[in-house]
């Protein structure tokens, strides 16, 4: 059978850590899933680059269902984890900050509150007593979850990448064999140009036409050019990111892994961490949860062209940032990276299924805190796209929340 001839249960587009979680979900429920990417796996073009990931449950209270999520989330990692054997989580506190915008500070804590989790106030003093990196006055208010954590990004994805999964659990001595009945499928360097609606939903591609009778559709950064061709505009902005790795200066008796915790900065924006990947260094970026218009869009495909500026703004002030907060670090990158933020206008997710054809999913704007709650959005679109009662509310994810902008097909 020719793929034109192959009419598959799903196809999933996007292999990024959410069309992977998605594709993982279906394949685990025995439904026939191809996965589609556009560029060959791995690949460093979408959202889901790079090697670290913060896990952290401190919403706003406005937002407070996400710590549920991002609990079960983690549940689910951990599960991924001991069947693959593959270390995944990594325990690291993670602590907010924040002079003038303590009141978001504390509603984040009656967010903790709320679900449970353990926490605790602390002046910029106690903080330091606790995390000796950290070097922040009086007058700062900061809120430690301890219950934060990493995430190692690119095994993760590994890890939930079905074809990856068959040699995990084959390592793990279960036979490919019984994957392989399971049906799940990848295709890497397939890129879909258009998508015609109907009971059988048919996909042209830059490889030949593929045929399914149900759609999910979650492409990241390109998610707004995607949608188009179904007349959906949701409103996205996307954003490039600059990733700056600082090493500890020489000499300092510090150590990044213990004594620097998972950061966010509620005035500033500025996310710091432990990074996973370049070991001994931080990595410090403005850390939009979305909602916000400060820096610079571009079209995905045009992620790195016009940067100069922004990242000679985004140096100097993060320059000065570590200077005054992380004194222990050099304040030059000794590496630079980048990756694309996907924002909704109140930094929420978008997760729908399209009005006339139910049997198309789509799952965008994961901002920046998307990674951590892939599990569960990928059993979500998953659940939405095979018509079952979704283990979520998905209310708030609704794309009529915003401004109607959509032509019919
Ligand atoms: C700098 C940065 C820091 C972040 N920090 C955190 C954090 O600490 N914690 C956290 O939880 N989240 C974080 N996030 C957010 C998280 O990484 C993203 O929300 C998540 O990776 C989004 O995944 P995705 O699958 O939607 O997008 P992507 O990973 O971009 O995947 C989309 C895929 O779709 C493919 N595609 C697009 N169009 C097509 C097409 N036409 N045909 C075929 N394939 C197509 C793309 O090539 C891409 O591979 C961060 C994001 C950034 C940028």
């Known amino acids: 059978m020719t793929d034109a001839d192959e009419v598959w249960g799903c196809i999933v587009v996007g292999g990024g850590v959410m069309g992977s979680a998605t594709a993982l979900q279906l394949v685990e429920r025995g439904v026939r899933t191809l996965l589609l990417e556009q560029f060959t796996l791995p690949h460093t073009r979408g959202s889901s680059v790079g090697g670290t990931r913060v896990i952290r449950r401190a919403y706003r209270e406005q937002l407070a269902y996400m710590a549920d999520i991002v609990t079960e989330s983690i549940s689910m990692w951990e599960q991924l984890q001991d069947k693959t054997g593959v270390k995944l989580i990594v325990p690291k506190p993670f602590v907010v900050v924040a002079d003038r915008t303590v009141e978001g ?3 984040k804590a009656r967010t903790l509150q709320t679900a449970g989790l353990p926490h605790r106030l602390a002046g910029g003093p106690a903080l330091r007593a606790d995390f000796p990196a950290l070097h922040y006055p009086v007058g700062f208010t900061g809120l430690v979850d301890e219950k934060g954590a990493q995430i190692r990004a690119d095994k993760a994805i590994k890890c939930l990448q079905p074809e990856v999964f068959i040699i995990c659990f084959y390592r793990s001595l279960c036979s490919q ?15 879909v140009e258009t998508i015609t609606p109907g009971d059988v939903i048919t996909l042209s591609t830059s490889r030949g036409t593929y045929r399914t009778r149900r759609l999910v559709l979650t492409c990241g950064p390109w ?17 490039p990111i600059n990733l700056l790795y600082m090493r500890k200066s020489q000499g300092e008796p510090i150590s990044v ?15 710091a961490f432990p990074s996973l990947e370049h070991p001994d260094t931080i990595k410090i970026s403005f850390s939009q949860q979305g909602g916000t218009d400060r820096g610079h869009t571009a079209h995905p495909d045009r992620r790195d062209a016009d940067m100069a500026a922004q990242l000679a703004a985004d140096q100097a002030f993060l320059k000065d940032y570590v200077s005054k907060h992380f004194p222990d670090f050099e304040n030059q ?6 990756c694309m933020y996907t924002n909704t206008p109140d930094g929420n ?7 006339s054809h139910s049997n198309i999913v789509f799952g965008t ?8 709650a892939a599990p569960v959005v990928g059993q979500l679109l998953c659940q939405m796209v095979l018509d079952l ?5 998905v209310t708030p994810f609704r794309l009529s929340r915003f401004p109607r902008k959509t032509s019919s097909l």
């Not at 892994?257 to 996310?271: A, K």
């Not at 997710?349 to 009005?355: A, G, K, V």
């Not at 704007?365 to 951590?372: K, Y």
């Open 105 to 107: 500070v504390r509603s």
């Open 177 to 191: 064999e019984v994957f392989s009945q399971k049906g799940g499928v990848i295709r890497d360097g397939v890129k």
């Open 223 to 239: 998610a707004g050019d995607v949608l188009a061709g179904v007349g959906l505009h949701p409103p996205l902005q996307v954003m």
């Open 257 to 271: 892994r213990d004594d620097f915790p998972c950061l966010f900065d509620d005035d500033s924006e500025v996310g």
């Open 333 to 338: 990158p000794c590496v630079v990276e980048r």
């Open 349 to 355: 997710f978008i997760l729908d299924r399209y009005p």
């Open 365 to 372: 704007g994961f901002s920046g805190h998307g990674f951590m």
């Open 389 to 393: 009662p979704t283990s979520y509310d």
